[in-house]
């Protein structure tokens, strides 16, 4: 009974002095709210770099051929050292233990052109088994299959940007676009891919929508090499059967092709899972610095809170001093003003919680900033405005409990 009284006497308040009680919730409103759209904001940037990754493949090894100067190419050469090529792929293959997969590849800049548009593209020749290695998604059409690589037809795969650049309102798919001095003819079209958007070794920072996949059997025929002594291939990726003996294998491979490069430091290894995880420990102590930074208004509001409740025992000591006279405890007291303190929190809390909901969805819809709601910031946000509310509501609610009863009736 005395619970349900407080509670009564909680929403009275609240409710007679709306203007001052809008005013004090105000820090825990902004509070809750900023702390949903900091982490909401954080987990969208983090959901980002894990696609990035994911589109890289996390059981699989990446190793690129270095971007040497013509020196150093010349000097790796005279060192025997033939880049990476076709023969590594078998040595890998057959040394090393659990491999599912391997996905070849050559690479060159060339300008893509359909009718009286052009764009600089990078063409990419590989093999039939790279849908299988690497997250690609076809939006149109179809990947490049054994037949094409067979017959080393001139045949291409668009990414998503080139599609928008070359063709507006056409359907790609069977027309023919020229790629350097050759003409090709388009069978598909991939799905938008995340952007990576920083270098890690030789993994270069590029946008993967801009890329045209042919056959590599093609490639080799029909693309000559801007240098003679460059490498057969420009990246070898090999998918393992999980995640378990990434480090283990990457070392293997190391060994294998320095060997095989007569030691020459002509190769990088990336392992797209140790950077995923690298990220994702990242974006934890990200999102905890904008929940930690979002808090101090919640605090900030704790402390409007306490004011206002030392005010209000002020204002209220005569009540105070009457209800201790007719036999109320310091615990009744010590309850009531907790509960006020509680009943504003909570209710600014959920006002919060609605208006962080709002920027959160608000942000990701009018600008390029992705976010994620998520159900566990909700809760955090709203459970830590309510003991924000409590803890500083304790402070009056003791000082309220603490008079006199006599003085309190006596005061004018």
């Keep these: 009974m005395q619970t349900k009284e407080n509670i009564r006497v909680a ?8 203007f001052r009680s809008f005013l004090t919730m105000l820090g825990i409103i902004f509070g809750t709210a900023s702390v949903i759209t900091m982490i909401s904001i954080g987990e969208g940037a983090k959901k980002q770099a894990m696609a990035k990754y994911q589109d890289l493949g996390v059981s699989n090894i990446i190793i690129r051929d270095k971007e040497l100067t013509d020196t ?45 548009k052009s764009s600089k593209v990078t063409v990419i020749g590989v093999t039939p088994e790279l849908t299988n290695i690497l997250n690609y998604r076809m939006d149109k059409g179809t990947f490049l299959d054994q037949d094409h690589y067979s017959r080393q037809l001139k045949v291409c795969v668009l990414g998503a940007n080139i599609v928008n ?98 030691n020459n430091d002509d190769f990088s290894i990336i ?30 509001g704790g402390i409007g809170i306490m004011n206002i409740m030392l005010a209000s025992v002020m204002e209220r000591t005569q009540e105070i001093g009457i209800r201790r006279a007719i036999g109320g405890r310091r615990s009744d007291i010590m309850g009531q003003f907790v509960t006020e303190a509680m009943a504003m929190s909570v209710t600014g809390g959920l006002i919060g919680v609605f208006m962080g909901i709002i920027l959160s969805l608000g942000i990701g819809l009018i600008t390029e900033v992705k976010t994620y709601l998520t159900l566990y910031s909700i809760f955090i946000a709203f459970g830590f405005s309510v003991i924000v509310g409590i803890t500083f509501g304790y402070l009056p609610a003791r000082r309220a409990a603490d008079l006199s009863p006599i003085e309190s009736i006596r005061h004018d």
């Excluded at 079209?189 to 952007?195: E, H, N, R, S, Y």
């Excluded at 905890?288 to 208004?297: D, G, N, P, R």
């Design 72 to 116: 150093d190419l010349e000097q790796a050469r005279m060192k025997f050292s033939q880049g990476l090529s076709i023969d590594d792929i078998r040595a890998i293959t057959e040394i090393v233990p659990g491999v599912q997969g391997i996905a070849p590849q050559s690479e060159a800049r060339l300008e893509a052109m359909y009718g009286d």
């Design 165 to 262: 650049e070359l063709f507006t309102i056409e359907d790609p798919l069977g027309r023919n676009i020229k790629l350097g001095d050759q003409w090709f003819e388009v069978v598909g079209v991939l799905q938008t891919k995340a952007l990576f958007t920083e270098t890690v070794g030789e993994l270069a920072a590029r946008d993967l929508n801009n890329d045209v996949y042919i056959p590599l059997s093609t490639f080799g025929k029909r693309i000559p090499k801007t240098n003679m002594l460059a490498s057969e291939l420009k990246q070898v990726t090999v998918r393992l059967g999980g995640s378990e003996s990434l480090i283990e294998s990457a070392a293997v491979i190391r060994s294998i092709i320095t060997r095989r490069h007569f």
């Design 11 to 18: 929403i009275y308040g609240l409710r007679d002095h709306k």
């Design 271 to 300: 392992i797209p899972y140790e950077l995923m995880e690298q990220e994702k420990r990242e974006s934890r102590i990200y999102n905890l610095l904008l929940a930690s930074i979002a808090a101090i208004s919640l605090i900030v």
